[in-house]
C-alpha cells in the first residue's frame, strides 16, 4: 500500500463526469488505490437516472451495497426496491441482468465492486447486444457493429 486516498480528494483523472452533469458519475476507487484484479467504484446517480444498461456477465462476479438513497433493481426480468444499507452479491457465469433505476428524488449512491475478467462478455437483453471486453467490440446477431455505446443515461 502506498498511501490512503480520500473520497473528497479523489484525482479527476478517477471521476467519470466529476462535475456530475449528467445523470451517473462513477468514482473508480479500485483503480486510484492501484488495484490490479478487483474493481470498486461508487456510483452516484441522479433522479430518473440509471447506473447502467440492463445486462448480465459471463464472468463477472459481482457486489453491490446501497450507501444511501433508494431505487428500484431490475433483476432478472424482477423489479425490486431498494433502499440504503441494503446488498446482494451476483455470482458470475449466471446469466443474471441488473440494473440500477433511481426512481426517487434523491441521489442513489451505490457500491459497485467485482473481479475483473477480460474474457468476460457482457449481454444487453433490452437491445440484444454483446460486448466481448477482450475484443472491445459490441456484436448483434453475431456479427459486428459500430458506433454503439453503454451509457445507459443517452
Keep these: 500500500m502506498d498511501t490512503i486516498q480520500n473520497l473528497t480528494k479523489l484525482q479527476t483523472e478517477f471521476i467519470d463526469d466529476p462535475k456530475f452533469v449528467s445523470k451517473l458519475r462513477t468514482k473508480y476507487l479500485g483503480a486510484a488505490a492501484g488495484s490490479e484484479k ?74 459497485d465492486c467485482g473481479v475483473q475478467d477480460d474474457n468476460d462478455e457482457i449481454y444487453y437483453p433490452d437491445e440484444d447486444v454483446t460486448y466481448r471486453k477482450m475484443e472491445k467490440q459490441a456484436y448483434k446477431g453475431g456479427r459486428p457493429i459500430d458506433n454503439w455505446y453503454s451509457d445507459p443515461n443517452e
Excluded: C, W
Excluded at 440492463?54 to 457486489?63: A, L, R
Excluded at 431505487?71 to 440500477?100: C, W, Y
Design 38 to 111: 478487483l474493481y470498486i467504484n461508487i456510483d452516484y446517480v441522479k433522479p430518473g437516472g440509471k447506473s447502467v444498461k440492463y445486462h448480465s456477465h459471463s464472468h463477472q462476479e459481482e457486489f453491490f451495497a446501497i450507501l444511501k438513497g433508494s431505487g428500484l433493481l431490475r433483476f432478472n426480468k424482477e423489479k425490486m426496491q431498494v433502499t440504503t444499507n441494503d446488498f446482494f452479491a451476483k455470482p458470475s457465469g449466471e446469466k443474471i441482468a441488473h440494473q440500477f433505476i433511481n426512481d426517487s428524488n434523491d441521489i442513489l449512491i451505490i457500491l
